[in-house]
C-alpha cells in the first residue's frame, strides 16, 4: 500500500509538471508570434505598382500610384488601392495583398461573416457612391428601389432598355427611383455631343432632361456625325421644360463637359465598360431583354428592400 502510494504521487507530480511546461511553452510561443508587418516597404510598393501596371496593360502615359495601404482589420493582408490619373480621367483599382506582398488578390472573403449581409453592405456602399452629386434622376428619392444605368445616347442597346424602361415605369414605377449616368462610347461619332447637349437640359431640371432624353432615343436612326448639332438642337428646342436661350448658351460655352467627364471618371472607378450597364439597388444586374424581365427583377428588389427594413425595425427595438 505504501509503496502504491509512493509511486503514484511521483506520476502524479510529473503530469501536473509536464502539464504546466506546455502550457508555459504555449503561451511563449504565442508571446513570440510576429506581430503584422506596419506597412509596405519603398521597393514592395514599387514592385507592387510595376507588376499592377503590367499586369493591368496601364499604358505608361498614366500616373499609377499607391493610394491607400492598410490592414484588414483582425488580419495580415492589406488593403491596398491604386490611382490611376491621366490629363483626362482618374480612376481607382483596390486589391487585397498577402503580409509578404507576394500574393494580391481582387477580393478577401471572410468566412465569420454572412454573405448575404456582407452582400448587401457592398451593395448599400455601392448605389451610395452612384446618386452623390448633380445626378439626372425621376422618382421618389426615398424609392425603396433605384435603378442606375450607364447609358449612351448612340448605342441601340440603350435605346432598347430605354423603351422597356418607360413601359414598366408607367405601370409599375411608383416607388421606383432612376438615376441616369452618361457614358458616351469613343466608337460613337455623334454620342459625346449628345451627352454634352442632354447635360445642358440637366442643368435646367430633371423634367427638360428627361423629355430630351426621350427625344433622341426617339429620334436615334435620324442622327448624325454631320448634323447632330442641328438635330439635337432642334430636338432640345421642342422637348418639355427646355429654355431654348439658356440651352444655347449652355452648349456654345461647354458648360456641361464637366457633368459628362464626371459621370464618366464614375464609370471609370466602377470598371464599366459598355452600355447600357444597369444596377438595380447596387447590385450590377444583365440580360434586361424584355418588360417582363424587368418587373421580376425590381418584384426581387422590393421584396429583399421590405425584408431589410424590417430586420432593421426588429433590430431597433430590442
Not at 511563449?28 to 503584422?36: D, H, K
Not at 432615343?217 to 422637348?239: M, V, Y
Amino acid at each position: 500500500m505504501n509503496q502504491t502510494r509512493m509511486t503514484s504521487i511521483p506520476l502524479r507530480s510529473y503530469l501536473i509538471g509536464l502539464c504546466g511546461l506546455l502550457l508555459g511553452a504555449g503561451l511563449r510561443l504565442e508571446a513570440q508570434a510576429p506581430a503584422c508587418p506596419q506597412a509596405f516597404t519603398e521597393k514592395q510598393k514599387r514592385t507592387l505598382t510595376e507588376y499592377v501596371h503590367k499586369k493591368y496593360k496601364i499604358p505608361d502615359k498614366i500616373a499609377l500610384s499607391l493610394k491607400k495601404n492598410t490592414t484588414v482589420r483582425g488580419t495580415c493582408f492589406r488593403e491596398i488601392t491604386f490611382e490611376g490619373k491621366s490629363a483626362f480621367k482618374t480612376w481607382e483599382l483596390t486589391l487585397y495583398a498577402s503580409p509578404d506582398a507576394r500574393f494580391l488578390s481582387s477580393d478577401l472573403l471572410d468566412t465569420t461573416l454572412d454573405p448575404i449581409l456582407e452582400q448587401r453592405a457592398k451593395d448599400e456602399a455601392l448605389l451610395k457612391g452612384m446618386v452623390q452629386g448633380p445626378i439626372a434622376t425621376r422618382g421618389p428619392a426615398n424609392a425603396p428601389v433605384t435603378i442606375v444605368e450607364f447609358s449612351d445616347f448612340q448605342c441601340p442597346f440603350c435605346r432598347k432598355f430605354a423603351s422597356i424602361l418607360d413601359e414598366v415605369l408607367s405601370s409599375d414605377g411608383k416607388d421606383v427611383r432612376v438615376v441616369f449616368h452618361h457614358m458616351p462610347l469613343g466608337m460613337h461619332p455623334w454620342a459625346r455631343i449628345a451627352a454634352e447637349a442632354a447635360g445642358c437640359t440637366q442643368l435646367q431640371s430633371s423634367e427638360a432632361f428627361w423629355s430630351l432624353h426621350d427625344r433622341i432615343f426617339e429620334n436615334q436612326a435620324a442622327i448624325t456625325a454631320e448634323n447632330a448639332k442641328k438635330k439635337l438642337g432642334e430636338l432640345a428646342r421642342s422637348s418639355k421644360g427646355v429654355g431654348a436661350g439658356a440651352f444655347q448658351k449652355c452648349v456654345d460655352a461647354g458648360m456641361s463637359v464637366g457633368l459628362v467627364l464626371k459621370d464618366m471618371d464614375l464609370a471609370g472607378s466602377f470598371q464599366i465598360n459598355g452600355t447600357p450597364t444597369v444596377f438595380i439597388n447596387g447590385h450590377r444586374v444583365g440580360g434586361v431583354e424584355s418588360a417582363a424581365k424587368l418587373r421580376e427583377m425590381i418584384a426581387e428588389a422590393r421584396k429583399e428592400a421590405a425584408t431589410h427594413t424590417a430586420s432593421a425595425t426588429t433590430s431597433g427595438t430590442r
